[in-house]
């Protein structure tokens, strides 16, 4: 969907933590996605390339971590995963479910590569 | 060179949701409830506003924000046409509103006396959903010629509203609609939202939507 939208967000925010600690790059960046969250990797890496040039950021390595939508039963309070949607609880067939993870898009952390010798 | 995991864990959208709560503390300071009206295109929703608006504007003040993707104004001029305060914001092609369009929108508005701000989000099932834009109540529209299958094909932004309007029943004897269907993803979705099947055009079961509409203002005043 709006990928270019996210992937901005995305190099601002790493950006913003590379300088605040002094980076000289990023080396790569670990992000999470919900699997209800309808955003592609491949597509967010794809604009990344093109808008991550000549920043902090540049020719680092995106990282995908996917997690499974979980719900919970509202009837009988099992809670489970599942990978398509809209499928009733396989304890008791109720379909009233509440999400409970799978919507998310998480920058996890950043991997930065710093010059010693300023540290010191 | 030494290297150091830096950890973050932040929502990427939270630039849109931090400004999306700032702009619902400005509706709620004001007493205006505000609405973020989202559909496919077609489904009627510019209808459902006029209609809306020929209810209420003599018991409310309204105002409307228009979302499109191309800088027509057709929708703006029929809604100006009734003497409503309203603003069109152009996306420039992007596929949804957010909250910073939003907020430069009502910012041209004159919001002095308005009880009511209905915006009217880019006609998109996939997007919309996941930008809050300061709403204090999100509503789809869905319609009978769309097929009954949506929610099953578009689940998010089912998710995430108070109220889901089925617009078009006129036209239920004409097109394979299965209800029962329709409402069962629903319900899976999004257990026990208000649901108003009716038809802008011959405003059959419009009165219930008005009704819970008049409901929400009580509650903001």
Redesign the interface.
């Known amino acids: 969907?709006?990928e270019l939208?996210?992937t901005e967000?995305?190099l601002?925010?790493?950006s913003e933590?590379?300088i605040k600690?002094n980076?000289?790059k990023v080396?790569s960046l670990n992000i999470t996605i919900g699997d209800?969250?309808?955003i592609i990797g491949d597509s967010v890496q794809f604009y990344w390339d093109m808008i991550s040039e000549e920043t902090i950021c540049e020719n680092s390595l995106l990282v995908f971590k996917r997690i499974p939508a979980k719900f919970l039963c509202?009837a009988c309070g099992n809670d489970f995963e599942i990978q398509g949607?809209?499928l009733?609880c396989p304890k008791c067939s109720s379909?009233?479910?509440k999400?409970i993870r799978g919507?998310?898009?998480?920058?996890?952390?950043?991997?930065?590569?710093?010059?010693?010798e300023e540290?010191e | 060179?030494?290297?150091?995991?830096?950890?973050?864990?932040?929502?990427?959208?939270n630039?849109?949701d931090q400004i999306a709560e700032e702009n619902k503390a400005f509706f709620t300071n004001k007493n205006i409830l505000a609405i973020n009206v989202m559909a496919s295109p077609g489904s009627g929703k510019t209808s459902l506003i006029l209609k809306t608006i020929e209810h209420l504007s003599h018991e409310c003040n309204i105002a409307v924000i228009e979302g499109d993707t191309a800088p027509v104004t057709i929708d703006a001029d029929k809604i100006s046409e009734l003497n409503i305060p309203v603003i069109q914001i152009n996306t420039g092609g992007?596929?949804?509103l957010?909250a910073l369009m939003v907020r430069n929108g009502f910012s041209q508005l004159d919001l002095t006396n308005v009880d009511l701000i209905i915006i009217e989000n880019v006609g998109n099932l996939?997007?919309p959903?996941?930008?809050h834009l300061g709403e204090h109540f999100s509503i789809v529209i869905a319609s009978i010629p769309e097929g009954d299958d949506k929610?099953?094909k578009y689940?998010?932004i089912y998710?995430r509203i108070q109220s889901l309007i089925l617009n078009k029943i006129d036209l239920q004897p004409y097109v394979d609609f299965d209800m029962d269907y329709f409402r069962?993803?629903i319900?899976?979705?999004n257990?026990g939202v208000s649901f108003f099947p009716l038809s802008c055009k011959t405003d059959e079961g419009f009165e219930d939507w008005i009704n819970w509409l008049k409901d929400k203002l009580q509650d903001n005043n």
Do not use: W
Not at chain 1, 103 to 116: G, H, T, V
Not at chain 2, 2 to 13: E, G, S
């Open positions: 969907m709006h939208a996210v967000s995305l601002n925010t790493a933590y590379a600690n980076a000289q080396i209800l969250s309808n509202q949607e809209l009733p379909m009233d479910l999400t919507d998310e898009f998480l920058l996890e952390s950043i991997e930065i590569e710093k010059d010693l540290k | 060179m030494n290297k150091t995991t830096i950890p973050i864990v932040k929502n990427i959208l630039a849109n992007e596929c949804h957010d996939v997007c959903a996941a930008f929610p099953y689940p998010n998710r069962k993803g319900e899976a979705l257990p």
